[in-house]
């Protein structure tokens, strides 16, 4: 088992910033890649950041490239999510997941369905 807190959403302004953690515990050794998605109300689950854990290297959509920072500190075995110029489309309940390495990762990272284990969401609001 895997767990995964998320902490740091809130209300923001437009054009201003936050800070998503998630924190992991549990059976973590075997992690691939962790992800930020994010849910808007009656929307899909979108793909939102992911990094490969033991590489670093990152993935973004586009709606949020040179906007959001996607980092992880492994000592702590937590992935952040800097989030800067934030606007309204930005709201969304936000979630972090995590993968195990099981297929073409590099062609499937956007897919909610890559991912085995998820947090319980965070909620970000932006106001115009």
């Given at each position: 088992q895997v767990q995964l807190v998320e902490s740091g959403g809130g209300l923001v302004q437009t054009g201003g910033s936050l800070r998503l953690s998630c924190a992991a515990s549990g059976r973590t050794s075997s992690t691939y890649a962790r992800a930020w998605f994010r849910q808007a109300p009656g929307k899909e689950r979108d793909f939102v950041a992911a990094i490969i854990?033991?590489?670093?290297?990152?993935?973004?959509a586009d709606s949020v490239k040179g906007r959001f920072t996607i980092s992880r500190d492994s000592a702590k075995n937590t992935v952040y999510l800097q989030m800067n110029n934030l606007k309204p489309e930005d709201t969304a309940v936000y979630y972090c997941a995590r993968t195990l390495l099981t297929g073409d990762y590099t062609n499937n990272y956007y897919r909610p369905g890559e991912y085995d284990y998820w947090g319980q969401g965070t909620q970000v609001t932006v106001s115009s």
């Open positions: 854990w033991s590489a670093g290297s990152t993935y973004y």
